[in-house]
């Protein structure tokens, strides 16, 4: 019986000291796929640039944004605002300075530790926190001031540009001043979008 014992014991041993000398186990594998991060196409006048949009981040305003790209929103739309140092903004009138109608504002999104730095993609509003509903801004700057503080709402990023700055570097440039009821910051060579299109979606960052 003892050597019974003695034979089981040290078998067990022999396993513990195998395994030990393996090293750890390896790392379970997540089966949890990446997220995925729509990319679109902004088609203009001025020339092309790419953003890839984050629903992770920014859920509500992903949807909202696409639910525009897909229905063909803003093909044939101006960017109506340009403040060198500052944005650009478009997503809201036609090339007859017109405002279209849109769909119902959306929640704030703020809150999503995405920040206004330059080159994100945002949602422009009034001054009430979840006005937003079409019109959208690209930063020209890091304009963290545009975040939401203790005290008030800030502005919501859902995207970054990944190709193309140089064009909207190149719309910020173009001489600003009235048109048709906007009285300043409207660039004297109308830009308008010819199209915005979903390129792919594209697995994380």
Known sequence: MKRSVSL??????AVS???????????????TPPPV???VEFVTTEGKFVVQLDPQRAPL??????AYVHSGFYNGTIFHRVVPGFVIQGGGFTTNYKEKKTRKPIPNESGNG?????GTIAMARETAPHS???????NLADNKKLDPQPNR??????GKVIRGMKVIDDIASIPTGPGGPLKHEVPQ?????????????????
């Open 132 to 138: 937003a509903t079409s019109q959208f801004y690209i």
């Open 17 to 31: 000291a195998a395994a030990a000398s393996a090293g750890a186990p390896p790392a379970p594998v997540s089966l």
């Open 37 to 39: 991060k729509p990319v």
């Open 189 to 205: 060579l109308p830009v308008v979008i010819q199209k915005v299109i979903v390129l792919k979606h594209k697995a994380g960052s």
């Open 153 to 158: 709402w800030g502005y919501a990023v859902f």
């Open 114 to 118: 995405l920040s206004n730095v330059r």
């Open 8 to 13: 089981v014991l040290g078998i067990v041993l």
């Open 61 to 66: 305003t992903v949807k909202n944004f696409l």
